[in-house]
């Protein structure tokens, strides 16, 4: 008997099956679709056994569905933008582009190999022309809907990556890429609105059934969607008020201190002829060097330095301390939190630990509590009022309502609904990737690239000196331009575009992959999407699926596609 030869049965049918297109798919209503998609890969040179069992996955179903008589779209490409590309080409001294290409053709090798079940016509790679020109696109259409915005930031900073890192990119204070620390640079950043979409993306999650409920847990939480009060305590010495946010209205009346961020605009009003000035700053530089995990940690030190001035509460008139600390950041909320030690058990570990006095406004209802007796911060939210005005003997949801009440009839504050998700910042000072496509002219300010001229290439002629805040910068022919509006002396954005904005469109590709006169036709979009079972790991439960959504509802309200969820059924394996 013939031995069995895998090598030469599989490459021998595998041909047969690429000549004959047999996974080649087109739209049919005679017969029900089914879209399956594995996550895509970074051109990295070779699969592992991530990918593989990964894609396993995705081809059973594929073949089940198939064979179910379903019409089974099941594309595959490359998210082939990024840091390890650019790396390369400083490391080895190859360009970017050849480095990515070269890995793309191994890996597609090994796919083939492999035999999975992929319409190979439909590839994308984020990197070529043809694909990022509808990414710039997808852009300026933000841009035009006023989602699209730049502003100067205190921004995540790795110096071993040399750019700008997304808050969802900081993982325990190192860069998500390198895992090197990262800290604080102030830089003008572009950015994109999704916080105008925390309200609809935290709702819609009751419309996923076919997600795992620790993915929907995870944004959820990262979302964070709190209410509270919003008002002002007065410093007359400082003259000028300050905003302060808390979900705790209840607890007003025992104020002792405010906490104010590292980078709150009064710190430097506060150290003008303040003898605790070179004090002050010395602990802003320190703290705004810490990583936002170090300073939010429940685990971490909470430390402060009295500024010598005071506010005050506009509940009972009080004079109030203020602080600058590590633990409060400058983009939640005001950049402003009250200290009520009695009743938080972080304000009671940071008052005891500067001796800053404390007064009980809850108690039990069996109980008195006792300032001397107490230990730590009663935190329960059941109990009563006390020392709290008129609103003494009330219950924490009445009184609350009651307090909110009082702060807008007089004029002080106002409810306000608060998130943890703060705008998608997606600036990056690298080569390797979509250049944004705006040009600043002298004249007309920022004024975005003609949509014929799309797209805004990447240029070769440039430097990977890392003493530049950004290659794109070092090539002259690329920066010098005419504006389109006036046609006076220009400069091109020399920014790149963060990689998760490719991957947050690319699904929608796939329906529609050579199209050169829009990103895809409306009718083929809708007929294939969403996709019916989404396959890739957990690590994406945040970054990349959080903005996909984002994304897809977007173009569902700019009447690109009439669906608002992109993913019906998510597998996250490992």
């Given at each position: 008997m013939e031995r069995y030869s895998p090598q030469d049965i599989e490459s021998k049918w595998q041909k047969k099956w690429e000549e004959g297109k047999v996974y080649k798919t087109e739209a049919d209503a005679s017969r029900p679709k089914y879209y399956a998609l594995e996550m895509f890969p970074y051109p990295s040179g070779n699969l592992h056994m991530g990918h593989v069992r990964n894609y396993a996955i995705g081809d059973v179903m594929a073949r089940y569905k198939t064979m179910e008589g379903f019409n089974v779209l099941h594309p595959m490409g490359f998210d082939s933008f990024g840091m390890p590309a650019e790396n390369a080409a400083i490391k080895h001294g190859v360009k970017p582009a050849d480095w990515t290409y070269s890995n793309i053709e191994n890996m597609e090798k090994q796919q083939k190999k492999l035999g999975l079940s992929y319409d190979w016509d439909r590839e994308v790679k984020t990197c070529d022309p043809s694909y990022y020109k509808w990414t710039q696109w997808l852009f300026e259409l933000f841009y035009k809907r006023g989602l699209a915005y730049k502003k100067k930031a205190s921004v995540n900073w790795c110096d071993t990556c040399g750019t700008v890192l997304a808050n969802e990119q900081v993982i325990d204070g190192k860069c998500w890429r390198c895992d090197h620390e990262v800290h604080k640079k102030d830089l003008s950043q572009w950015f994109l609105k999704i916080t105008d979409y925390a309200d609809v993306l935290l709702k819609d999650l009751d419309k996923l059934k076919g997600w795992p409920e620790r993915v929907k847990t995870m944004q959820d939480n990262w979302i964070g969607r709190s209410e509270g009060l919003e008002f002002n305590l007065e410093a007359p010495e400082l003259g000028t008020s300050i905003a302060a946010y808390t979900t705790r209205p209840d607890t007003v009346y025992g104020i002792t201190f405010l906490a104010l961020a590292a980078e709150h605009p009064l710190v430097d009003k506060i150290c003008e002829n303040n003898p605790k000035a070179e004090a002050i700053q010395a602990f802003v530089k320190r703290t705004r060097n810490q990583s936002e995990i170090e300073r939010t940690s429940s685990e971490s030190e909470k430390e402060g330095i009295f500024t010598g001035a005071y506010c005050i509460n506009p509940f009972n008139g009080n004079k109030v301390q203020i602080w600058v600390t590590n633990y409060v950041l400058a983009d939640y909320g005001t950049g402003a939190v009250i200290g009520v030690p009695s009743e938080d058990s972080r304000d009671w570990m940071f008052a005891t630990k500067y001796d800053i006095p404390k007064i009980i406004t809850l108690q039990p209802r069996d109980h008195e509590l006792k300032l001397e007796e107490m230990t730590e911060a009663y935190t329960d939210k059941d109990g009563v009022l006390v020392n709290s005005a008129e609103f003494t003997g009330l219950d924490i949801k009445e009184a609350m309502k009651g307090i909110m009440d009082k702060a807008e009839k007089e004029g002080f504050g106002k409810r306000r609904v608060n998130f943890r998700l703060r705008d998608w910042l997606i600036?990056?000072?690298?080569?390797?990737?979509?250049?944004?496509?705006?040009?600043?002219?002298?004249?007309?300010?920022?004024?975005?690239?003609?949509?014929?001229?799309?797209?805004?290439?990447?240029?070769?002629?440039?430097?990977?000196?890392?003493?530049?805040?950004?290659?794109?910068?070092?090539?002259?022919?690329?920066?010098?331009?005419?504006?389109?509006?006036?046609?006076?002396?220009?400069?091109?954005?020399?920014?790149?575009?963060?990689?998760?904005?490719?991957?947050?469109?690319?699904?929608?590709?796939?329906?529609?992959?050579?199209?050169?006169?829009?990103?895809?036709?409306?009718?083929?979009?809708?007929?294939?999407?969403?996709?019916?079972?989404?396959?890739?790991?957990?690590?994406?439960?945040?970054?990349?699926?959080?903005?996909?959504?984002?994304?897809t509802k977007v173009l569902h309200d700019a009447g690109l596609v009439d669906f608002d969820e992109p993913f019906t059924n998510l597998l996250t394996q490992g």
């Open positions: 600036s990056r000072q690298r080569y390797w990737g979509a250049p944004i496509p705006v040009i600043n002219c002298p004249h007309c300010g920022e004024v975005l690239v003609p949509e014929k001229d799309l797209p805004v290439m990447l240029p070769e002629d440039v430097s990977f000196d890392q003493g530049s805040l950004s290659p794109l910068a070092s090539s002259e022919s690329f920066v010098h331009c005419k504006c389109p509006k006036c046609g006076a002396d220009a400069t091109r954005e020399t920014d790149t575009m963060d990689t998760f904005i490719c991957s947050s469109w690319y699904y929608l590709r796939y329906t529609d992959p050579h199209n050169d006169k829009e990103p895809f036709a409306k009718d083929k979009v809708n007929y294939w999407a969403p996709v019916d079972q989404y396959i890739g790991g957990i690590e994406h439960a945040i970054l990349h699926l959080l903005y996909s959504r984002f994304f």
